[in-house]
């Protein structure tokens, strides 16, 4: 055998190899009715063993600086992925300015965070770890104690065929996180009752709700300012602080009303407890400050009722559907 044959046959051993490490059982979620169809995008295909990795990283505490935080103590389970206090508590009990968004749904959020700081749910997972007052860690150490853990080595070379990085650790999070979806609900199923019908009537008319809480998933992931916190001390910047532009002084992104009705409380610093006190907040057409949106001057003025609020609340509920709520993996 000559060394020409020889060395074809070690680079195709090798090439092989390296193809085998990317051989990986496509995932087919099953998007419940009512959603559209699941982004899936070709840079970070969603696959079996890419979403269990996801998973697990999702509920380490090693992600953060003092092994004490994990992306689940901020976006509980079975609180709808949200956040059941107000504000998120990080490593040191340190508490932040916002309430953690949910992640349900997230797959067809066009930025991420209230302030739509990260395109997407990769450039999203990163944010938190490196948050000084929330996990306190960065990506560089995290992956290199990552890489320290035999059985994740094993599945990060299985899954990307290289080892855990900043890139490929929020890949597998943010995977995982794609699959967390909430539908099939009373409203999609067509058996809401007689005061949600009424309330969807309102939410879609005179209310202007939909205006802002586009259907199917209930948000156009706009930003807008409706007062919340405008008479704090020092109010939160909100989308300005991103964009720069003074006209989005306390503008926040528009969050999804699928299961809002779990995922109290409410509002980016979540300073409303109830889901009726937030739907009476955002009905009597919020608070005024100098950049309140022009849309809720509009919904003052139509004058909605205890009784519409009641109703707007009905229909709200009846976008309650069942997601999977998944409990902390064994961890290598």
């Excluded at 996990?135 to 995290?142: K, N, P, S």
């Amino acid at each position: 055998m000559s060394r020409r044959t020889i060395g074809f046959i070690v680079t195709l051993c090798v090439l092989t190899a390296g193809m085998a490490a990317f051989a990986q059982t496509p995932l087919q979620v099953k998007v419940p009715k009512g959603l559209p169809a699941l982004p899936n995008p070709d840079d970070n295909p969603i696959t079996v063993e890419k979403v269990e990795l996801g998973k697990m990283l999702f509920f380490d505490t090693r992600l953060s600086g003092d092994n004490t935080v994990s992306c689940s103590t901020c976006h509980v389970p079975d609180h709808g992925y949200a956040e059941p206090r107000s504000t998120s508590k990080g490593i040191g009990g340190q508490l932040g300015g916002r309430n953690a968004n949910p992640v349900i749904n997230s797959a067809y959020a066009t930025s991420m965070f209230w302030d739509g700081r990260a395109e997407h749910l990769e450039a999203q997972a990163g944010g938190p770890v490196e948050n000084p007052i929330e996990m306190g860690a960065e990506m560089t150490v995290v992956a290199k104690n990552i890489n320290q853990v035999p059985e994740y080595k094993k599945r990060f070379q299985a899954v990307f065929g290289a080892p855990a990085s900043k890139e490929t650790i929020t890949k597998a999070i943010a995977a995982f996180e794609r699959t967390l979806l909430a539908g099939d609900s009373p409203y999609d199923r067509g058996e809401m009752s007689d005061l949600a019908k009424q309330g969807e009537t309102l939410f879609k008319g005179k209310a202007l709700c939909a205006s802002c809480h586009t259907p199917p998933v209930f948000s156009n992931w706009g930003f807008y300012n409706a007062g919340v916190g405008s008479d704090a001390e020092k109010p939160d910047e909100g989308r300005m602080a991103i964009s720069g532009i003074a006209a989005d002084k306390g503008a926040f992104r528009v969050p999804h009303l699928r299961n809002a009705a779990q995922t109290g409380p409410y509002m980016h610093d979540g300073s409303i407890e109830t889901l009726e006190e937030a739907v009476a907040f955002m009905a009597g057409g919020g608070k005024d400050n100098a950049n309140l949106h022009p849309l809720f001057r509009a919904v003052k003025a139509q004058n909605l009722s205890a009784d519409d609020v009641k109703a707007l609340v009905a229909f709200l509920e009846s976008l309650t559907g069942d997601y999977p709520v998944i409990k902390a993996p064994k961890l290598p």
